[in-house]
């Protein structure tokens, strides 16, 4: 049985004056096969238009190739100064190139900048054989940590992105892609904004034109294939919020970096990233029975983190649901009750409300007499949750 607690005070946001409802126009239609747009901290997808759908990627194959390695930079079995060999293979790759040379070592370093700034298909050939002996055999190891990040619409054939039917994945999951990189790796992730890269004394510029329209874009990647069109995942932070948009099949070089900027422009606009409760924090403190302590303290396991239109936190509306009888023992973690937050368009996040200390269970006369005064209690009509000794 669950018994409704009170409107929860703990959203101080709201104001003597009522402000009024928040206005949010229709998202931007975009002259692209694939596109998203998502609040990073959050995951709250803004807009979409077939996210799911299985396209080509072109180069921003070349993000999870990044990925692999910063996996592995981090595992220590490959190090910036490790020298790599440059294969014929490497070598002959035909796109786009760092212009590696046949026969030469070159310092990891270099090779992975060569496969993000420059997103050279030599690089990252020469950045696969280096860690999985073979591209056949780092499109597995891609393919495993796509399967790892939820990525059920992706399938890896090489590390470059060159087209085969076997080679698809969405606009969805290279978002998710996008948002564990950045999370995981952000001093990896920090080469992304990089505008320019020299090797062989040949100096090459980003292909993310929005690295120098907008100072709050700080990455990722651009794509290009017939097969693809135009591509771009675009990542910028401004303020608290971070937000992540995937352009695929753009008609061209600077319409993928202005649709791109349409979809920023609108998140950034018209949306914030909200934090509203700390994990650990006592929201509610009920009375428990039969325990050798006679009140418990309850709150999230996480951060309650929401993304929400700007101007409408004066709507916002919390709830508390607890059990009506809790009972000793009591472990840190049970699930003893749950916390909605209800936002201004009527949308409902809920998230269970978990015990942050733990109860033993009281000696035989202390939880005999508990139970002989809760008989009387509810006898009398008294609320469990709210009595007192």
Same mark, same amino acid.
């Given at each position: 049985?669950?018994?409704?607690?009170?409107?929860?005070?703990?959203?101080?946001?709201?104001?003597?004056?009522?402000?009024?409802?928040?206005?949010?126009?229709?998202?931007?239609?975009?002259?692209?096969?694939?596109?998203?747009? =998502?609040?990073?901290?959050?995951?709250?997808?803004?807009?979409?238009?077939?996210?799911?759908?299985?396209?080509?990627?072109?180069?921003?194959?070349?993000?999870?190739?990044? $990925?692999?390695?910063?996996?592995?930079?981090?595992?220590?079995?490959?190090? $910036?100064?490790?020298?790599?060999?440059?294969?014929?293979?490497?070598?002959?790759?035909?796109?786009?190139?760092?212009?590696?040379?046949? &026969?030469?070592?070159?310092?990891? @370093?270099?090779?992975?900048?060569?496969?993000?700034?420059?997103?050279?298909?030599?690089?990252?050939?020469?950045?696969?054989?280096?860690?999985?002996?073979?591209?056949?055999?780092?499109?597995? *190891?891609?393919?495993?940590?796509?399967?790892?990040?939820?990525?059920?619409?992706?399938?890896?054939?090489?590390?470059?992105?060159?087209?085969?039917?076997?080679?698809?994945?969405?606009?969805?999951?290279?978002?998710?892609?996008?948002?564990?990189?950045?999370? @995981?790796?952000?001093?990896?992730?920090?080469?992304?904004?990089?505008?320019?890269?020299?090797?062989?004394? =040949?100096?090459?510029?980003?292909?993310?034109?929005?690295?120098?329209?907008?100072?709050?874009?700080?990455?990722?990647?651009?794509?290009?294939?017939?097969?693809? &069109?135009?591509?771009? *995942?675009?990542?910028?932070?401004?303020?608290?919020?971070?937000?992540?948009?995937?352009?695929?099949?753009?008609?061209?070089?600077?319409?993928?970096? #202005?649709?791109?900027?349409? %979809?920023?422009?609108?998140?950034?606009?018209?949306?914030?990233?909200?934090?509203?409760?700390?994990? &650990?924090?006592?929201?509610?403190?009920?009375?428990?029975?039969?325990?050798?302590?006679?009140?418990?303290?309850?709150?999230?396991?996480?951060?309650?983190? %929401? #993304?929400?239109?700007?101007?409408?936190?004066?709507?916002?509306?919390?709830?508390?649901?607890?059990?009506?009888?809790?009972?000793?023992?009591?472990?840190? &973690?049970?699930?003893?009750?749950?916390?909605?937050?209800?936002?201004?368009?009527?949308?409902? =996040?809920?998230? /269970?409300?978990?015990?942050?200390?733990? *109860?033993? @269970?009281?000696?035989?006369?202390?939880?005999?007499?508990?139970?002989?005064?809760?008989? $009387?209690?509810?006898?009398?009509?008294?609320? /469990?949750?709210?009595?007192?000794?």
């Amino acid at each position: 049985m669950i018994m409704r607690g009170l409107i929860v005070l703990l959203l101080v946001f709201v104001g003597v004056a009522r402000a009024a409802p928040a206005i949010i126009p229709a998202p931007p239609q975009l002259a692209a096969s694939g596109y998203l747009l =998502i609040d990073a901290k959050t995951g709250k997808v803004l807009v979409e238009h077939n996210a799911d759908q299985r396209l080509p990627p072109a180069s921003l194959t070349k993000i999870m190739t990044s $990925f692999v390695a910063a996996k592995e930079l981090s595992r220590s079995t490959i190090s $910036f100064d490790d020298e790599v060999d440059i294969s014929v293979k490497a070598w002959r790759m035909e796109g786009s190139r760092m212009f590696l040379r046949e &026969g030469t070592q070159v310092r990891l @370093e270099d090779i992975l900048r060569g496969v993000i700034i420059q997103s050279g298909n030599d690089a990252s050939v020469a950045l696969a054989e280096h860690i999985a002996g073979g591209e056949d055999a780092f499109a597995d *190891v891609m393919n495993q940590y796509a399967s790892q990040l939820g990525m059920t619409g992706t399938h890896f054939v090489n590390a470059t992105g060159l087209p085969d039917e076997n080679h698809f994945t969405t606009a969805k999951d290279l978002s998710r892609l996008t948002v564990a990189l950045i999370n @995981e790796f952000p001093e990896h992730y920090r080469i992304y904004k990089e505008k320019t890269f020299t090797y062989n004394e =040949i100096r090459q510029g980003n292909r993310n034109l929005l690295l120098m329209r907008d100072s709050s874009v700080d990455g990722v990647k651009t794509g290009h294939t017939e097969a693809a &069109g135009y591509c771009l *995942v675009a990542s910028a932070m401004r303020g608290d919020m971070r937000l992540i948009s995937v352009v695929m099949g753009a008609s061209s070089e600077g319409a993928r970096a #202005t649709e791109s900027q349409k %979809l920023l422009t609108y998140g950034f606009r018209y949306y914030e990233t909200a934090p509203l409760y700390n994990a &650990g924090d006592t929201l509610k403190q009920v009375r428990v029975w039969g325990g050798q302590h006679k009140s418990i303290r309850l709150g999230l396991s996480e951060d309650m983190v %929401l #993304t929400i239109a700007k101007g409408s936190r004066d709507e916002l509306k919390a709830l508390i649901d607890v059990k009506s009888e809790i009972h000793a023992p009591l472990t840190e &973690g049970d699930q003893l009750g749950k916390l909605t937050v209800t936002l201004s368009e009527g949308e409902r =996040i809920v998230v /269970p409300l978990e015990a942050l200390n733990g *109860v033993q @269970e009281s000696g035989f006369f202390a939880g005999l007499w508990d139970a002989v005064v809760l008989f $009387f209690h509810k006898l009398a009509g008294g609320d /469990p949750l709210a009595w007192s000794p």
